[in-house]
């Protein structure tokens, strides 16, 4: 969906973009391949809720069912049926008073990390049955007894392979977000923004920070296929995917493209027309070659396409 056009005149081709970029955006430097690989460690606590829904009155769908199950985990009486209306808004403010937490009954990053407990093989009680509908949710098929024992075990490390997590058998963080949003079977959060939304016009509340990284953007519709493809190129080459242009390499909003456009006519699309405006694309630094080689090997497999010609670092998500 990306165009590109040649635009005559003489502003064209002010910045020649195909080379390692260093741009400057409203005095944000964005650094080129050479300093885009971030170390996994530093951010992991801030990061590691990133990639949740924000769920509020009105919202529905699986994540919403697994919102009700935890609040039903943590002691709420409540329907679970799928759809945030007013006993669910109740039961999130009750729950957020519960824990010192604002309470405006959004469900947003800090209600997320208070509500999901990490459990682990032994385990007992109502969280843990909240966990085992949740991995049935998700295709398990197991008894919801309110006991981890082997059977829970075997579905939490087949849902974290499914994400690509390391398979501890402990659900943490990393693995209710799989969980919650539907692992990486892809489309499992929200409705395709290529089809849903105006280019470059995301709404926040459809938009998710990369786990490492969250300044970069991808659609929620799109993060889980990039975390767990992240996953396994970590599990390979040792370190997160490297971008290539800093806030700029993933979600671009019209103002976005539009500086682009005005730096760059000759390569960069023509503003409202980049799939970069959907979130869904990200363009990885493919500079060096064993990199290189591992995502022209597995990207297809996490619905990630290389296709605009000239452009190897522009990986597009079309399942
Ligand atoms: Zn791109």
Redo the contacts with the bound molecule.
């Keep these: 969906m ?1 165009i590109r056009s040649t635009r005559p005149g003489p502003r064209r081709v002010l910045v020649p973009i195909a080379s390692s970029v260093l741009l400057l955006v409203g005095g944000l430097v964005l650094a080129g391949p050479a300093a885009a690989a971030p170390t996994p460690t530093a951010t992991v606590a801030a990061a590691s809720l990133s990639g949740y829904p924000t769920l509020q009155s009105g919202s529905s769908g699986d994540a919403v069912t697994v919102l009700q199950r935890l609040l039903v985990g943590h002691g709420a009486s409540l329907d679970v049926d799928g759809s945030f209306g007013p006993a669910t808004a109740q039961a999130v403010s009750t729950f957020q008073g519960s824990q010192g937490l604002g309470a405006d009954g959004i469900v947003g990053p800090a209600t997320w990390g208070a509500l999901v407990p990490t459990l682990r093989s032994g385990s007992t009680g109502g969280l843990v049955t909240a966990l085992q509908h949740v991995l049935n949710l998700r295709g398990a098929g197991i008894a919801a007894d309110g006991s981890f024992g082997p059977a829970t075990l075997a579905a939490v490390e087949q849902a974290q392979a499914r994400a690509g997590l390391t398979q501890d058998g402990v659900p943490g963080p990393d693995t209710w977000r799989a969980l919650v949003t539907g692992g990486s079977g892809g489309g499992g959060n929200g409705s395709n923004p290529e089809t849903t939304y105006p280019n470059g016009q995301l709404p926040a509340s459809a938009l998710c920070g990369v786990s490492y990284a969250s300044s970069w953007r991808l659609a929620c519709y799109t993060i889980d296929d990039y975390e767990a493809m992240n996953s396994a190129f970590r599990a390979a080459r040792g370190k997160n995917l490297p971008i290539t242009h800093g806030t700029l390499t993933a979600y671009r909003t019209v103002a976005d493209q539009q500086y682009l456009w005005d730096n760059c006519p000759s390569r960069c699309a023509r503003p409202g027309t ?1 799939n ?1 405006g959907f979130g869904t ?1 990200i ?1 990885i630094s493919v500079t060096i070659a064993a990199d290189r080689s591992w995502l022209e090997a597995n990207a297809r497999s996490y619905g990630f396409v290389q296709d ?1 010609s000239g ?1 190897p ?2 990986f597009h998500h079309v399942r």
């Design positions: 990306t980049s970069h694309a363009d605009v452009e670092w522009h």
